[in-house]
């Protein structure tokens, strides 16, 4: 969903999965590449095997954006230039706080992002909206298109896939 929002929810033009299954048929870890028009990608990767930051990356051509904790982002740093290994010439410009008010706990860590959808969807259906204006129902089968691709590639099969 974060490289759709991104890139305006276009739709990729090309998905390639790299991953691996348990035992049981279930993906323990994917490396997916998401083609877009003008050459644009979107590099991802998941794991349930090992522990890496749930940081999100937006290099562009002249530096990045990167959101620590991107389910439930604070803030996100905007970086000019590039990191290179003999040579670091990026400049942090700016620190962008995110308006991110909670003092409640939960289950799950980042899940307290969770809150202003479920605030979201609440209103919608409080004002009588079929659809969301956040995330429409063509975002929607987008997203649910891309991952049938991704499980497909993987191998993955569901109860409702062998009907």
């Given at each position: 969903?974060?490289?759709?929002?991104?890139?305006?929810?276009?739709?990729?033009?090309?998905?390639?999965?790299?991953?691996?299954?348990?035992?049981?048929?279930?993906?323990?870890?994917?490396?997916?590449?998401?083609?877009?028009?003008?050459?644009?990608?979107?590099?991802?990767?998941?794991?349930?095997?090992?522990?890496?930051?749930?940081?999100?990356?937006?290099?562009?051509?002249?530096?990045?954006?990167?959101?620590?904790?991107?389910r439930s982002p604070d803030h996100m740093e905007i970086i000019r230039g590039r990191s290179c290994a003999s040579a670091?010439?990026?400049?942090?410009?700016?620190?962008?706080?995110?308006?991110?008010?909670?003092?409640?706990?939960?289950?799950?860590?980042?899940?307290?992002?969770?809150?202003?959808?479920?605030?979201?969807?609440?209103?919608?259906?409080?004002?009588?909206?079929?659809?969301?204006?956040?995330?429409?129902?063509?975002?929607?089968?987008?997203i649910a298109e891309i991952l049938e691709e991704i499980r497909r590639q993987l191998g993955v099969v569901l109860p409702?896939?062998?009907?």
């Amino acid at each position: 969903m974060f490289a759709l929002f991104v890139f305006n929810d276009e739709k990729p033009k090309k998905v390639s999965v790299a991953g691996e299954k348990n035992e049981e048929g279930v993906d323990v870890w994917g490396n997916i590449t998401l083609e877009f028009s003008n050459n644009k990608k979107a590099a991802l990767f998941y794991s349930r095997a090992d522990i890496f930051p749930n940081n999100a990356y937006i290099g562009c051509t002249k530096g990045h954006v990167i959101v620590p904790e991107f389910r439930s982002p604070d803030h996100m740093e905007i970086i000019r230039g590039r990191s290179c290994a003999s040579a670091v010439e990026e400049e942090l410009i700016e620190v962008v706080q995110l308006p991110y008010e909670d003092d409640q706990t939960y289950n799950f860590l980042g899940s307290a992002g969770l809150r202003y959808e479920a605030d979201h969807v609440y209103e919608s259906i409080r004002n009588g909206k079929l659809e969301s204006d956040n995330v429409t129902h063509k975002f929607s089968l987008t997203i649910a298109e891309i991952l049938e691709e991704i499980r497909r590639q993987l191998g993955v099969v569901l109860p409702q896939d062998k009907e």
